[in-house]
């Protein structure tokens, strides 16, 4: 804020010269007013000023709907700018015709009005995803929505307008359809915070906001993909291939084919979240980390994932609109159907030393004892790994065979009889086994080698002794022959 002041000051003096040496020089308002006009150095520091001037107005407009950005506001509004200034300078080549002031000027106005709107986006993501939200907080940002579709509307109407009546295909095409854009963007985004609000006031029991979430979005998507092909196929006929609309384009349509396949996904695994998730106990809300990694808030009640991570129930289901793995290790948040090494890969996701709970311990409680048992011997298997140095890898089913060659009855009837989880924690056993009694063969290498070094010393230091006793004998005997 501080350059930003810096700046504003120096523009008005640079500005305030340029003017004062203007009418000193031509004495008269007109002849003031060319001179400003058609003088370089005059309209480059003009120009400055109304940049200043839209800089200004531009903190005032986010101090007064947002206040302070966040960290990944800041982020996102860096990322977006960079790549959005170098479609605009792609966007510059293509109408370099009608290039001129007011041209520059319409460009610079539209990335501010675009970086509010990326702000705007944001902001309705973080209220989703925080469970307490002040009054203040929703005020300003219903405020800010309305503000911004007011603007787009009216360059959208003034920008129409002209195309209506020119009737050609002019650098108008472009701002109208960038306002088009934004409009539909910002009407997506105030009604997916309508839904927000109404899930809120049902207290996170609203079952169908997902579905008309994702009807939203797929309208949503659906109207860029079809303004996308239409802008892209104006440009192509008028001006010729329009490079800064292809990679829009692309993603446009990536995003619409992957909707479907994300909403089935989230679907399947919020409807039945109350048995795939469990409620936290007391004892595990006090013994770990009690701040929710997705709001960054304190948790009284959370839910458990498979791999024993704790999060808000509603920043749970929301993390589950965009992502389907864990926010903290990134592991899957509903394990694969094939049951192949379910045990395994979460142990190798966790690390030696972890403790975790197989996904039938708590549906069947007749297994808990194996359960137990079973982590004891990953405890005990990783400890003895961590002495000696080695790494213990977990088989996965197709390949227990291999590690345990014939001793191992897999065509055994016995074994077809055991279930998914029994038959994963008889192998895990088996295979531990193996290797707890290398471990203690090794052992048993290094204790026998040590007691032999030992003895070997023990029998060096014996025979030296000897020798020093024979040494002495016999120089005492010739001491005693010469006398």
Known sequence: MMRLQTYAGLSVIATLAAIYHAFSSRGQF????????????????????????????????????????????????????????????????????????????????????????????????????????????????????????????????????????????????????????????????????????????????????????????????????????????????????????????????????????????????????????????????????????ICREEMTTAKKLVCGHLFHVNCLRSWLERQHTCPTCRALVVPPENGTNVAGSRYAQQGPGTSFTPQGSQADPRTNSHVSQHQARLQAAAAAAAIYEKSIVYPSAQMLPCYLGANMPFGDSSWNNLSTSDTQLEAHRISLQQQIEILRSQLTLLQSSKTQRAAAAVGASDGKGKAISFESAQKGQAEGADI
């Open 30 to 293: 007109y002849p003031a007013m060319v001179y400003l006009s058609t003088s370089k150095i005059s309209l480059v520091l003009l120009l400055n000023m109304a940049l200043a001037i839209m800089c200004i107005l531009w903190q005032l407009t986010k101090k007064v709907f947002l206040g302070t950005l966040r960290e990944t506001e800041a982020e996102r509004l860096n990322e977006q700018s960079w790549r959005e200034l170098m479609e605009i300078l792609f966007a510059i080549t293509i109408f370099r015709q009608d290039f001129s002031v007011m041209f520059l000027a319409m460009v610079t106005g539209l990335l501010f009005i675009k970086s509010l709107h990326w702000l705007a986006q944001k902001r309705v993501e973080h209220i989703e995803t925080t469970p307490a939200v002040t009054k203040l907080s929703h005020i300003r940002i219903v405020s800010f929505m309305g503000f911004l579709l007011l603007i787009d509307s009216i360059f959208l109407y003034n920008y129409m307008n002209h195309l209506i009546q020119t009737r050609h295909a002019s650098v108008s095409l472009f701002f109208a359809f960038e306002y088009m854009i934004l409009t539909t963007t910002t009407v997506a985004t105030f009604v997916k915070y309508v839904f927000h609000v109404c899930d809120m006031l049902m207290e996170g029991q609203w079952e169908r906001k997902a579905v008309y979430t994702f009807y939203l979005e797929l309208i949503r998507d659906l109207l860029h993909l079809t303004m996308y092909m239409c802008f892209f196929l104006m440009i192509f006929i008028n001006y010729g291939v329009p490079l800064h609309l292809i990679r829009e384009l692309y993603e446009t349509f990536r995003n619409f084919k992957s909707r479907v396949a994300d909403y089935i996904r989230y679907r399947k695994v919020t409807s039945n979240m109350n048995d795939l998730f469990p409620e936290a106990t007391p004892e595990e809300l006090n013994g770990g980390d009690t701040i929710c990694i």
